[in-house]
């Protein structure tokens, strides 16, 4: 394998490392360095055997070259794939090589299927930096491991650190540090959920001497959100019926909310243990902000899908099929003054006063009788003899009475019924009829799926598109002119029954059979969020059940 040369460029990563002397000398590392504090090296070693099978790929992530070979021997020699990333130069060079870093990085836990990363550094400033970097740049998942390993933090320094940053205190990540007091490697790691609120817990300590000790009743790499312990969690939705809706006053003066999603929410923090803390949002952009900054912890309110969405967050297991859809004016039926006459046209009456001249049967027998009565010939003028035939004419009457019955009332309803003028039902159709089309304001990233879409119904729909304030302004020109509105099926039918439906239940409006993208509807998270897996396991509860179902 070659390696890039030193000082061809700043950042320098070797993929699988086999041989930890070659290393060395590639790195221009003094052979001294090979032997040389085993403590840090049989600590990381102590933690990986513990806590990683051997196939896990480790990733060791520095800043500075002290005793790092005697690291990579104690990583090999328990057997792991390695990988190794070094940024150079000062602060101001590390600030500005570690997105590069952690893109690279994120290649190889993408291409791994476990992933346990090593960062060793004694700069807290460094390590700050990484946890930002890290985070922005998407290099870890829950299924990912954190390991940090420093020797220069006090206690007071552990918590600060654990608990200042986002990747440190919620992702699954542990801190190895050396107690100079004791000489012992400690492990530490943050619950932000438990009894007492947020905490800095002792996992266990390694000593060269007894090797790794867990504290009482501890796992490495404990699970965080299985249990919120009554914690406060911020969610934000959009207050959209028959979602989410308004319906009163707590006598504590808060709003209550209900509907399908924020029934389920509720479901959800129950079985998590945490309490709702509503944050209403306003549009989608909103929604975003929230999201990524780490104002909001979970969307509650399903959204479709879509590469413009998933560009800025991520998303829960499948609620249900994304319902966005158009409603139009329904198209009506021109009064012809020919209506008047029509039932009275000459073939009509020819054709019901046309009756063939009976003729005398031949063949008296029961069979022919029978098809005879089937035809519309009638009974014969001599009756029936034997009551073999009498029992098989009362049996045909009877069944010929309630078909005939059934047959007249259906033709009946199918010459009555109005046929409409055809009305478009889906985005082709919708297409080539050139009307105008509306959007509101929390649409727009679809818009932005339509013009960014390869198939020409999609582009010659955008075209067209202005964007209008609210549901009930998008309806009103509807109303009023000849255009489409498109929105969300559930709440589009709401509307549309609250506030233009006759008394006598018929309205002007119609919403499109088919849903215009064929695609699923989720919650939204921040991107990597680690408690997904806990929302996931709780809302795919619900969906099995049918719960999730409006209609």
């Not at 390696?3 to 061809?8: F, K, Q, T, V």
């Amino acid at each position: 394998m070659t390696l890039p040369r030193r000082g061809s460029m700043n950042l320098d990563f070797l993929i699988v490392v086999m041989d930890v002397v070659a290393l060395g000398a590639a790195l221009n590392l003094p052979l001294t360095f090979l032997g040389s504090q085993e403590s840090l090296g049989g600590a990381v070693r102590g933690v990986l055997e513990a806590s990683s099978p051997n196939s896990c790929t480790v990733m060791v992530v520095t800043q500075h070259v002290d005793h790092l070979s005697t690291l990579l021997q104690e990583v090999r020699e328990a057997g792991h794939p390695l990988a190794l990333f070094r940024v150079e130069g000062g602060v101001n060079t590390t600030h500005s090589d570690l997105p590069h870093l952690v893109s690279s990085a994120r290649k190889v836990r993408q291409k791994s299927w476990c992933v346990t990363v090593v960062v060793v550094s004694d700069d807290p400033a460094f390590l700050a930096s990484f946890a930002q970097k890290s985070r922005s740049g998407r290099l870890l998942v829950w299924e990912s491991r954190l390991m940090l390993v420093t020797r220069l933090l006090s206690l007071p320094q552990v918590n600060t650190l654990l608990q200042r940053h986002w990747t440190f205190s919620m992702m699954n990540t542990m801190l190895i540090n050396l107690n100079k007091d004791s000489a012992r490697w400690e492990v530490y790691t943050h619950q932000p959920y438990t009894p007492t609120g947020s905490r800095v817990l002792l996992l266990a300590y390694w000593t060269p001497e007894s090797g790794l000790i867990r504290a009482r009743n501890a796992s490495l790499f404990p699970e965080k959100f299985t249990n919120f312990h009554g914690a406060h969690v911020p969610v934000t939705a959009l207050i959209l019926p028959p979602f989410w809706k308004v319906i009163g006053r707590a006598p504590d003066g808060s709003i209550e909310y209900s509907g399908r999603d924020c029934l389920m929410m509720k479901s959800v923090a129950r079985a998590l243990n945490f309490t709702i803390v509503l944050l209403r949002s306003s549009n989608i952009d909103e929604v975003m902000a929230r999201l990524e900054d780490g104002r909001a912890m979970i969307f509650a309110f399903r959204v479709m899908l879509i590469p413009q969405v998933l560009a800025r967050v991520d998303h829960t297991y499948f609620i249900d099929r994304a319902t966005f859809t158009f409603s139009m004016l329904k198209p009506t039926i021109i009064s012809r003054w020919q209506n008047l006459y029509y039932p009275l046209q000459m073939e009509l009456v020819y054709a019901s006063g046309n009756q063939r001249v009976r003729a005398t049967l031949k063949t008296r027998s029961s069979v022919l009788e029978i098809v005879g009565m089937l035809l519309g010939q009638g009974l014969l003028v001599t009756l029936f003899r034997d009551n073999s035939t009498r029992m098989l004419v009362v049996v045909w009457l009877v069944f010929a009475f309630i078909i005939c019955t059934a047959y007249r009332g259906t033709l009946t309803a199918f010459l009555t019924v109005p046929k409409y003028p055809h009305r478009p039902e889906t985005i082709e159709e919708l297409a080539t009829t050139g009307v105008g089309v509306r959007f509101t304001q929390n649409a727009t990233r679809f818009l932005k799926y339509f013009e960014e879409s390869k198939l020409s119904a999609y582009k010659s729909v955008s075209s067209r598109v202005e964007i209008v304030d609210s549901v009930m302004a998008g309806l009103q020109e509807v109303s009023e002119n000849k255009i489409a509105f498109f929105h969300e099926r559930y709440n589009t039918e709401l509307y549309i029954t609250q506030y233009f439906t006759d008394p006598d239940g018929i309205s002007q409006f119609y919403v499109a059979r088919q849903n215009v993208i064929p695609n699923y509807a989720a919650y939204m998270t921040p991107h990597d969020a680690p408690y997904k897996h806990s929302l996931d396991y709780w809302l795919l509860r619900i969906i099995e059940v049918s719960l999730t179902r409006l209609q």
